[in-house]
């Protein structure tokens, strides 16, 4: 079992900077992944960027050079660094954990991000 927190969340203006923190507690060693998705009212939740044990990343378009996930294995903590955000940023934004060999995704309860025009 991984259990996941997360915070960081609030209102920002358009253009501004956010950074979304997840601590992860549980069976950490057996996570392969560790993502953020986001969630905006009315739409499905869609993958926003993800790391791997090794430190790669990967990107949804839509925030290519604006959002910079990274990890602090120390801390068993993920982060996200969100600049430049847009209104069409706002959501609700969850942290996820993915392991290969169960095929298991862990969820934390989110974190609302509202960013005005």
């Known amino acids: 079992q991984v259990q996941l927190v997360e915070f960081g969340g609030g209102l920002v203006q358009a253009g501004g900077s956010l950074t979304l923190s997840c601590e992860a507690s549980?069976?950490?060693?057996?996570?392969?992944?560790m993502r953020w998705y986001r969630q905006a009212p009315g739409k499905q939740r869609e993958l926003v960027a993800t790391i791997s044990n090794g430190g790669t990343t990967t990107y949804a378009d839509s925030v290519k050079g604006r959002f910079t996930i990274s990890r602090d294995n120390a801390k068993n903590m993920v982060h996200l660094q969100m600049n430049s955000l847009k209104p069409e940023d706002t959501a609700v934004y969850y942290c996820?954990?993915?392991?290969?060999?169960?095929?298991?995704?862990?969820w934390g309860q989110g974190t609302q991000v509202t960013v005005s025009s």
């Open positions: 996820n954990a993915y392991v290969y060999k169960a095929s298991v995704m862990y």
């Open positions: 549980g069976t950490i060693v057996s996570v392969n992944l």
